[in-house]
Antibody, heavy 116, light 110 residues
Framework: EVQLVESGGGLIQPGGSLRLSCAASGFTVSSNYMSWVRQAPGKGLEWVSV???????YYADSVKGRFTVSRDNSKNTLYLQMNSLRVEDTAVYYC??????????WGQGTLVTVSS | QTVVTQEPPFSVSPGGTVTLTCGLS?????????PSWYRQTPGQAPRTLIY???TRSSGVPDRFSGSILGNKAALTITGAQADDESDYYC??????????FGGGTKVTVL
């Protein structure tokens, strides 16, 4: 079965760091564009970051300089390193494979809560 | 800053047709923005409906269709069913490796 499974969310204080993981099965992370999309409680979807097949990375302005997307090909896993976390980063974070400029396969999401 | 616009909450009668749109605060949406559409019910991950303006994702029934209408992307649901009640989101590819989602439209079937 083709699926993405996120993990690593939790409660973190403002200014802290957290690393999210997205484990893929049934397809190869390194052969796909892979994105992170988040959704604050009761709000809409927000694109966060993408990593291209060749390794280029891009970020939304709201997270640029604080978040880093990466992948481990040997583990077939996508990561999102989140530093200097803010209250407004509180959200469910989804990873998604990205094909034809769209997000086609989504994980179930992992909740990050930034609060003191 | 680019804003992608969608309608406020919308109601449709069972069996009716609804068209949701996806616009830009400045400029027109064209196929060059590769508009795609997603639906989401509370507590669930989004599900892809349409990509590349008008291509249905695998398993999506043909009563969902995408198009460009005037200066906006559009999602049309024909023959609305009760389980079409969802939040619907569009997203546009802005180039240079970035995407912007619309704010979403909540569709109620009643």
């Amino acid at each position: 079965e083709v699926q993405l499974v996120e993990s690593g969310g939790g409660l973190i204080q403002p200014g802290g760091s957290l690393r999210l993981s997205c484990a893929a099965s049934g397809f190869t992370v390194s052969s796909n564009y892979m994105s992170w999309v988040r959704q604050a409680p009761g709000k809409g979807l927000e694109w966060v970051s993408v990593i291209f097949i060749v390794g280029n990375t891009y970020y939304a302005d709201s997270v640029k300089g604080r978040f880093t997307v990466s992948r481990d090909n040997s583990k077939n896993t996508l990561y999102l390193q989140m530093n200097s976390l803010r209250v407004e980063d509180t959200a469910v974070y989804y990873c998604a494979s990205t094909r034809d400029y769209a997000f086609d396969l989504w994980g179930q999401g992992t909740l990050v809560t930034v609060s003191s | 800053q680019t804003v992608v616009t969608q309608e406020p909450p919308f109601s449709v009668s069972p069996g009716g047709t609804v068209t949701l749109t996806c616009g830009l605060s400045s400029g027109s949406v064209s196929a060059d923005y590769y508009p795609s559409w997603y639906r989401q019910t509370p507590g669930q991950a989004p599900r892809t409906l349409i990509y590349r303006t008008n291509t249905r994702s695998s398993g999506v029934p043909d009563r969902f269709s995408g198009s460009i209408l005037g200066n906006k992307a559009a999602l049309t649901i024909t023959g609305a069913q009760a389980d079409d009640e969802s939040d619907y989101y569009c997203v546009l590819y802005m180039g240079s490796g970035s995407w912007v989602f619309g704010g979403g439209t909540k569709v109620t079937v009643l």
